[in-house]
């Protein structure tokens, strides 16, 4: 890797371990197996309809797969709800930005940092000193986010009223405040440009290695994924094609005809 060395030998931090879906006679997925190693930044490519973001869902438990396990750590997470998949570390964007639009940007980012709170409605409403300790903690954290992702200008701005690419950067942070171990990136090129895509790319190799974080990046920019990846998995009509760093990936027969060669980016 560039920044951060994996240890020879070391466990996974996440495994893929032949996970299927279908839904009603169609797969979606078949059987897809890969590791993810602490550190690492993980493309995962295909062509529309490969299954990427069927598979994402099944990380943050949208999908329930019909056969096979995913492992966070070793143990299997299939048995956990969505609104819990954060508590054992594991953040995600999406393609189509889902913020709360009528909120500003900092409620917005402290949402994410809410989900790791133990607070509850008895304990809220009887500001309890715990509480205000953690409500402490928690603003402490979104201004240092804000900050971090130059966001702190429209922090108390509507986030409806805010270019698409600043709203991507305000979910980005939303996800960041959740302190999760690997980061889910969901097509987090989409609408930007090419100076923007360039400045991305830059950001997610900086939150890998400042953040020690994992990242996981579902991405049709191929200049993108191909640039800042450390490890490449690529899908086609829900089976995997290939699997390798970016070099071997992109020279994989299988894959230019199935996506490289097509005239995408």
């Known amino acids: 890797m560039t920044q951060i060395q994996l240890a020879r030998g070391a466990s ?92 500003s940007v900092m409620d917005n980012v402290r949402v994410g940092a809410h989900s790791k709170t133990s607070s509850d409605i008895i304990s809220d409403s009887l500001r309890l000193a715990w509480v205000r300790r953690s409500e402490n903690d928690v603003n402490k954290k979104v201004h240092e986010i804000l900050a971090y992702l130059d966001l702190e200008d429209v922090a108390h701005t509507t986030v409806s009223g805010l270019p698409f690419g600043t709203q991507k950067r305000v979910e980005l942070a939303r996800a960041l405040a959740a302190d999760p171990k690997i980061l889910l990136l969901d097509e987090p090129a989409g609408g930007l440009n090419h100076e923007e895509v360039y400045v991305l790319g830059d950001l997610i190799r900086k939150i890998r290695d400042e953040r020690h974080m994992t990242v996981l990046l579902v991405e049709h920019h191929m200049g993108l994924v191909m640039s800042i990846a450390d490890h490449v998995v690529a899908l086609n009509f829900g089976k995997k094609l290939a699997e390798g760093t970016p070099a071997q990936v992109q020279a994989d027969p299988d894959v230019i005809k199935a996506y490289l060669g097509s005239k995408d980016q």
Do not use: W
């Open 12 to 103: 996974p931090l996440l495994t893929v371990r032949g996970v299927s879906v279908v839904f009603g006679g169609i797969i979606a997925l078949n059987r897809v197996s890969f590791d993810m190693h602490k550190g690492q930044i993980l493309g995962l490519i295909g062509p529309n309809g490969a299954g990427k973001t069927t598979l994402f869902n099944c990380l943050s438990r949208l999908y329930q797969p019909s056969s096979g396990d995913i492992l966070m750590e070793g143990v299997s997470i299939l048995s956990r709800p969505p609104h819990r998949i954060a508590e054992i570390g594991i953040g995600r964007t999406f393609q189509n930005v889902a913020l709360f639009p009528n909120l």
